[in-house]
């Protein structure tokens, strides 16, 4: 089983940053792909940003240039970095890591845009 904690939602003005953190925990062994998803009131769950094992990396239209995502695999830990945030920016962001052919998810952290 693999746990993942996210941390560094929060509420931010329009044009903020803000950096999240999820580490996973368990029996790891390796991490194929660690990933970023958020959902907003009223809308369906989306993709915000993706690595993949080595270098390889996809954001949703709408973030980027914006978002960052980086991991550390020492630590089994993906960030992203969110710099001129946007009110539509608005959701609730969940961390998610596919390993050993499971998928798993974050409990989700709040972050919130403030116009």
């Known amino acids: 089983q693999v746990q993942l904690v996210e941390s560094g939602g929060g509420l931010v003005q329009a044009g903020g940053s803000l950096r999240l953190s999820c580490a996973a925990s368990g029996t ?3 991490i194929d792909v660690m990933g970023w998803y958020r959902q907003a009131p009223g809308k369906q769950r989306e993709l915000v940003a993706v690595s ?4 390889n990396t996809h954001y949703v239209n709408s973030v980027k ?3 960052t995502i ?3 695999n020492a630590k089994n830990t ?6 001129s945030l946007k009110h539509e920016d608005t959701a609730v962001y969940y961390c998610n890591a596919f390993t ?3 998928n798993y998810w ?3 952290t709040q972050v919130t845009v403030s116009s």
Do not use: H
């Not at 993949?52 to 270098?55: D, E, H, L, M, Q």
């Open 28 to 30: 790891i062994f390796s």
């Open 52 to 55: 993949a094992s080595g270098t």
């Open 65 to 67: 240039g914006r978002f």
């Open 70 to 72: 980086s991991r550390d």
């Open 78 to 83: 993906v960030y992203l970095q969110m710099n």
């Open 100 to 102: 050993q052919g499971e």
């Open 106 to 108: 974050g409990q989700g």
